[in-house]
């Protein structure tokens, strides 16, 4: 399941700045891509890190406990303070940041990038834990979940190019839907790790 995963993860991906180019042409695309390179990259890596330090100690309560409760617990509240702290804190002054770094014209991507900041406020919480589906064994459902984002930000296209929606409420609509498909994802990690039975050694070791 994991390479069909990949392939729709790298198209949902893939869609909006190719649509946003055919939609509102090259000026409004490069805000869009300069918010993403800016927001996306830092918090990959630091995403990145932050799983990579889950994966660790929820094998090891998972090897001794038989579940790994107490880590996600421990994870998401430590995810969820980090993130309002950094993303509360960048909510104020994300448009004078953009004007600091790469110039007054470009103010503009920080108003843009201040409608998309509750999206990157969720998925900083959700991504690190996402690896619980692989811990369990659940990467059926972590492909289901693919689709659907595919599925919502095709959705948010159709609707925007039916309806020639302005690009300010075209990012609105795309800050809800990844919301929308984070919050799911969340519901799943949680249903999975409160109702799951133990998983196999084979599992925590890889």
């Avoid at 430590?78 to 103010?107: M, P, Q």
């Avoid at 095709?154 to 409420?169: E, I, P, R």
């Amino acid at each position: 399941y994991s390479l069909p995963g990949n392939a729709l993860n790298i198209s949902s991906r893939q869609l909006v700045p190719i649509a946003s180019t055919k939609l509102f042409g090259l000026q409004y695309a490069g805000h869009y891509s300069l918010v993403q390179r800016l927001l996306t990259l830092p918090m990959s890596y630091m995403s990145a890190s932050l799983s990579k330090v889950y994966w660790q100690t929820s094998s090891e309560e998972l090897r001794l406990e038989g579940n790994s409760k107490s880590t996600f617990l421990s994870t998401i509240s430590k995810l969820i303070l980090i993130s309002t702290l950094f993303f509360g804190g960048l909510y104020f002054f994300v448009e004078d940041l953009f004007a600091l770094i790469f110039g007054e014209e470009w103010r503009l991507s920080g108003t843009y990038a201040r409608i998309l900041l509750p999206a990157y406020f969720c998925a900083f919480i959700v991504s690190p834990l996402s690896i619980t589906l692989d811990l369990y064994e659940e990467q059926k459902i972590s492909l289901v979940w693919q689709f659907f984002v595919f599925v919502t930000i095709g959705a948010v296209l159709y609707l925007t190019m039916k309806n020639s929606y302005s690009f300010t409420y075209f990012l609105s609509l795309i800050k809800w839907a990844t919301i929308l498909q984070y919050m799911v994802l969340l519901a799943i990690i949680i249903r999975v790790v409160f109702t799951s039975g133990n998983v196999t050694s084979s599992n925590i070791n890889n």
